[in-house]
């Protein structure tokens, strides 16, 4: 017996096309009792959202988010905005007892997070937030590895999430170099993702030191508004704005387990469109994967013969390994929009099994403690513990 969950998604954009893509996808290739019904997408320009609603194949559309969450015919809300629209969307889904489903990072800082998690608990809805790369199927299995004991103790996680779509002096003022709308640069848009993945691998922050810059102070601001700006591309005007995000943000950190991390964010690495790469050393082995090259985790293990030893590069595309049975047969690889579709079954699977999904706003919560923390201690010059 199926039952219909009716989504409303607010924003059309990058991070909407890849969530109405996951909603219609995820039933053709995974079998829940809960299904998601593409009832109604929000955004600001009508003509816009009323395109998007016809392509992406939503039932309907909405002007205002404040409408959207009213409907009674809602019952999850999906928030794709930017950054500082989340706490209020939120706050009024919880209140209208919608599940949610929130982007990454949850807030603009600590204070808005936890306030945004007791509205969920509160209200008891269920809650999620979209680090998307946990659901990479290699990424699932080097956490089956580490908790089957097969790397050993942690010792070291080393991060990198690198771009360049701005590294060009002339590139505008989107609304992700403006503090005000996204709370931060590099660190809340990629240190989030990395940080969330070294908390499900490796497990809790201590203490973290961190370094950011801004290389380009000034740029040129948007030509046209930033509503009919696109997700990563704009086109410049003339006159200049100042850039109130860090361009880059660096850091070191101790777990609570012992293990020592590094973390590197930045949008100024000419050629790394999108490069994110972990490696995690442990007492019985070593991990490493990198997202470009996304189905390939590889593997050492102090185990093999002393002969045989050496990285083995493991093609995460066989049924037995994690998400894979759904889609292909053997050997056939999947991609990044297939990471979102992974995130919308298991909020479907949650609602089945009447559970809440996971990451939850209590890893949206956590992960702000730690970018929260990293600024800190850039302030301060210093170490810095993240406090519980
Ligand atoms: C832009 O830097 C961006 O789209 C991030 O916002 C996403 O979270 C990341 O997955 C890819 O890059």
Known sequence: ????INIGLVGYKFMGKAHSNAYRKMPMFFTTESVPVLKAICGRTEKAVAQAAKKFGWESYEVSWEKLVERK??????????NATHKDIVLAAAAEGKDILCEKPLAMNL????????????????????????KVPAI?????FIDEGRVGKIYHFRALYLQDWIADPQFPLVWRLRKEVAGSGAHG????????????????????????????????????????????????????????????????ARFKNGALGSFEATRFAPGRRNCQRIEINGSKGSLLFELEDMNKLWF???DDAEDAQGFRRIQVTEPIHPYIDAWWPPGHIIGYEHTFVHVVYDFMKAIDEEKNPSPSFIDGVEC???LEAVENSVQKGCWVKVKL
């Open 1 to 4: 017996m199926s039952r219909k």
């Open 73 to 82: 015919d809602i019952d999850l809300v999906d928030i794709t905005t930017p």
């Open 111 to 134: 204070e808005q997070a936890k306030k945004m998690l007791k509205a969920v608990e509160d209200a008891s809805v269920k809650h999620m937030v979209c680090f998307n790369y946990r």
């Open 140 to 144: 699932s299995l080097a956490k089956r």
């Open 189 to 252: 848009d990629l240190n989030s993702h990395i940080i969330d993945l070294a908390r499900y691998l490796v497990g809790e922050f201590d203490q973290v030191v961190g370094a950011q810059e801004t290389f380009i102070k000034e740029r040129p601001k948007l030509k046209v508004s930033e509503e009919l700006a696109s997700g990563l591309t704009a086109e410049a005007g003339e006159e200049m704005g100042e850039v109130t995000v860090d361009d880059a943000t660096l850091f070191l």
């Open 300 to 302: 050492y293990s102090c």
């Open 368 to 370: 702000q403690r730690v």
